[in-house]
């Protein structure tokens, strides 16, 4: 497969699964009903419902900010805070767009190795303070897999929900990355979302291989309500639904969406182990998921970068992030090792 030296650089570069495009176009028939009133979004909710194992409300929308914003919205008063970690997508790459949708949600950070959030850390940051003149702690935002290619077991989940719990917060899940966490920890997908604790969860379809589209699934219903009324007002309900619907189906049938994030992991569980074994490089994290954190000599990713290898390293303090997705092949790996060992 032919391939740019960009191929790294994150999970959205890739393009679009080829069971995602089939859909596309096997959708791409006659009429349907508007705004999601059709037979592929209802086939994608149910699809989503049987792989969780449960009745769940189900919204689409177009990226994983608007899933994250408007879920977060819907739980928190302005004058509430949602904790993350000082990682977060919500916290780092989201505009403000969680404040903005809340009207004023405070995010509250907290560091955490690995890029989890810890138990400790969490129930301090909750008790910091109590009185009025403080946002209150409302919402624990996770995200599955984190920013740092790590993923949380579903016993730390639970862990995590019982201490919401005891202090009367919901659990949020960020789950762009959702689909290698479950094909990394080989659980059912329920295990790390609703039987963990998880009332609601922002599931990834981008970077698992769809041309666009995240799907917000609220596990506890009652934060559902009025839901569809947010997803409209933030210009987020498309009106030819079925064209961000029907990728879901395709991807969902046949667990294809998870063999599609083995196939991430897979590659980048190599390329972690081979970049380790070269002189001067160090794995961050350990990789657990589809991303590679290490730190390189700053002459080997100036060498790499003169030769045109894209790299993200704003995530990686002080080292660089790879990303792999359903389209890496042998030879990205084999050729970007190869120029990295040169470089050395
Ligand atoms: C990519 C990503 C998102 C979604 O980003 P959009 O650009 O809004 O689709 C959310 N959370 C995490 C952790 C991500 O990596």
Redesign the pocket.
């Known amino acids: 497969m032919k391939y740019t030296k960009n191929c790294f650089a994150?999970?959205?570069y890739s393009g679009i699964a080829p069971e995602a495009w089939a859909a596309l176009e096997q959708c791409n028939t006659g009429f349907a009903d508007a705004y999601g009133d059709d037979d592929w979004t209802l086939r994608a909710s149910n699809q989503i419902r049987e792989v969780f194992d449960t009745d769940c409300e189900v919204f689409f929308a177009?990226?994983?900010?608007?899933?994250?914003s408007l879920s977060l919205a819907s739980m928190c008063q302005s004058y509430h805070s949602v904790l993350g970690h000082h990682l977060?997508?919500?916290e780092t790459?989201?505009c403000g767009a969680p404040e903005f949708f809340s009207h004023g949600t405070k995010l509250l950070t907290m560091e955490g190795e690995n890029g989890k959030v810890q138990a400790d850390a969490l129930a301090k940051l909750i008790t910091k303070r109590s009185d009025i003149h403080f946002p209150k702690p409302k919402v624990l935002s996770l995200?599955q897999s984190?920013?740092s290619g790590t993923v949380y077991t579903a016993d730390e989940i639970s862990e995590l929900a019982a201490i919401c719990q005891h202090h009367g917060m919901n659990l949020h899940m960020?789950?762009?990355?959702f689909a290698n966490a479950v094909a990394s920890l080989n659980v059912a997908p329920s295990a790390i979302s609703w039987q963990a604790g998880v009332d609601v969860l922002?599931l990834?379809g981008?970077?698992n291989g769809m041309a666009v589209g995240?799907a917000v699934v609220f596990f506890n219903k009652e934060l559902a309500h009025e839901f569809e009324y947010r997803c409209k007002q933030a210009g987020q309900l498309a009106s030819k639904m079925r064209y961000i619907s029907a990728p879901w189906v395709g991807m969902l049938q046949d667990d294809i969406w998870l063999k599609h994030a083995a196939h991430a992991n897979a590659y980048a569980a190599q390329l972690g182990q081979r970049l380790s074994e070269i002189d001067g490089i160090e794995l961050l994290n350990e990789v657990q998921a589809n991303g590679v954190f290490v730190t390189l000599p700053p002459a080997t990713t100036e060498a790499l970068r003169a030769k045109g290898w894209t790299m993200y390293d704003f995530i990686a303090e002080g080292g660089v992030r790879l990303m792999c997705s359903w389209a890496t092949t042998q030879a990205q790996i084999d050729d970007f090792v190869a120029d990295v060992v040169a470089a050395a």
């Open positions: 994150s999970d959205n177009f990226n994983g900010t608007a899933c994250n977060a997508h919500i790459d989201e995200t984190t920013e960020d789950g762009a990355r922002s990834g981008t970077k995240d």
